[in-house]
């Protein structure tokens, strides 16, 4: 197989990725981090934005954002397709609206996914805790805090030695979701609080990961659920159709007058007022 480097800005399929066989992907050991304190200086806004000794995460289930307030928060799994990325970002430029990249860990040991966060980072963009390993943190799949611990606070490691040593990240969100036959996943959540990350969840997907999905049916299965405070949930992964619509989408949203910001934008602004109970799952 090919190394990343050779395949320049196509990236790696999803087959390799998921196999863990692409040049680079190989997991290497990092230590957990300790409990990090956040701290951070807000924007200035017209808004009142909480503090930021107030922002810390305490190992919230975040399902969506406040209803009565005209913001929408558009996120973006995964991010191993190379171009997606690349095409989300200008399609941010063009519209003036960041995003949330849930991006996963171990893509930062690769020289092309390092150079492409940091660009993401650039531009004014959030980039969050996606795990280390793309692990499914539910009890039918990881289930030793050790090992959750590793996913959690690996991906802030990565972050700090090839991104940016001041970076601190604010949100999990598991792959796959957050609970599994009713019942979320208590590593998870105890490695949440004890990391200050709160837990993202979504409220809408396009679905753009089924095999059966086209672009039409990423827009078609969201279109009408672009409400006020709504999570969306996108992939951008090699072959995945959710970018080739993501611009429609957002134009929509703006046409109802709801604003899309990213989702420590959103904590700033106090907006995430509806959290999940932990013996409920989100899927």
């Known amino acids: 197989m090919k190394s990343v480097e050779s395949r320049g800005e196509i990236g790696i399929t999803r087959r390799a990725f998921l196999a863990g066989t692409a040049a680079g992907a190989v997991s290497v050991f990092l230590n957990p981090v300790d409990a990090l304190a956040r701290t951070f200086t807000t924007n200035s806004s017209t808004e009142s934005l909480i503090s930021a000794d107030k922002l810390a995460g305490t190992g919230r289930i975040i399902g969506r954002g406040d209803i009565t307030k005209p913001y929408i928060f558009f996120t973006i799994d995964d991010c191993y397709g190379i171009k997606a990325v690349y095409e989300s970002l200008d399609i941010g430029d063009r519209q003036e609206v ?14 092309v996914y390092r150079k492409m966060v940091r660009e993401i980072v650039k531009r004014g963009h959030r980039v969050e805790n996606h795990t280390v390993d793309h692990a499914m943190l539910g009890p039918r799949h990881t289930s030793e805090l050790p090992k959750v611990r590793f996913e959690i ?40 609080k004890t990391d200050h990350l709160d837990i993202a969840g979504w409220s809408i997907s396009t679905n753009g ?27 951008a992964n090699g072959i995945n159709p959710d970018i080739a619509v993501f611009e429609k989408l957002i134009i929509t949203a703006k046409d109802q007058g709801i604003n899309p910001i990213d989702m420590l934008t959103g904590l700033e602004k106090g907006l995430f007022v509806h959290y999940i109970s932990h013996n409920s799952a989100l899927k």
Do not use: C, W
Request: hydrophobic content about 35%.
């Open 209 to 235: 990961t089924s095999r059966e999905a086209t672009p039409a049916t990423s827009y078609n299965n969201v279109k009408d659920r672009l409400k006020n405070g709504r999570i969306v949930l996108l992939h």
């Open 98 to 111: 960041k995003f949330t990249y849930f991006v996963i860990g171990k893509l930062l040991r690769i020289p």
């Open 153 to 192: 606070g690996g991906f802030l490691d990565l972050m700090k030695e090839y991104v940016d040593p001041d970076y601190q990240d604010h949100f999990v969100r598991p792959p796959g979701g957050v609970g599994i036959d009713g019942k979320t996943f208590e590593p998870l959540i105890d490695t949440a």
